[in-house]
């Protein structure tokens, strides 16, 4: 079965930097685009950054696309969030997601193309 499981988050202090992974296993990996998502007690699960399948194309949220990277490694079944500069409002739990997406797009980035979720993994950024 198709597993995603996340990795690297914790609590650090603001400004400070951490490198989430996610490791995908159960699926043709370099056939999957994949996302990092965050959530919030009691909000929606927002999108943070996408990469396509061959990492070719990218998207970051305007709100952190100066302070945060996505990147994958196809040979390792791995995706990666760098987060620099981390800041209180940082805090949520971080979700990566994959999906069979064909068109790197805001609407299929936006949209309910993601099929596979991980478990999240804890992000808190102290003040």
């Known amino acids: 079965q198709v597993q995603l499981v996340e990795s690297g988050g914790g609590l650090v202090q603001t400004g400070d930097s951490l490198r989430l992974s996610c490791a995908a296993s159960?699926?043709?990996?370099?056939?999957?685009?994949m996302a990092w998502f965050r959530q919030a007690p009691g909000k929606k699960r927002d999108v943070v950054a996408a990469i396509s399948w061959s990492g070719g194309n990218k998207y970051t949220k305007d709100s952190v696309k100066d302070r945060f990277t996505v990147s994958r490694d196809n040979a390792k079944s791995a995706v990666y969030l760098q987060m620099n500069s981390l800041k209180p409002e940082d805090t949520d739990v971080y979700y990566c997601?994959?999906?069979?997406?064909?068109?790197?797009?805001?609407?299929?980035?936006?949209?309910?193309?993601?099929?596979?979720w991980g478990q999240g993994t804890q992000v808190t950024v102290s003040s």
């Open positions: 997601a994959a999906g069979l997406i064909r068109d790197f797009t805001l609407e299929t980035i936006y949209g309910n193309q993601w099929t596979y």
């Open positions: 159960g699926l043709t990996f370099n056939r999957y685009g």
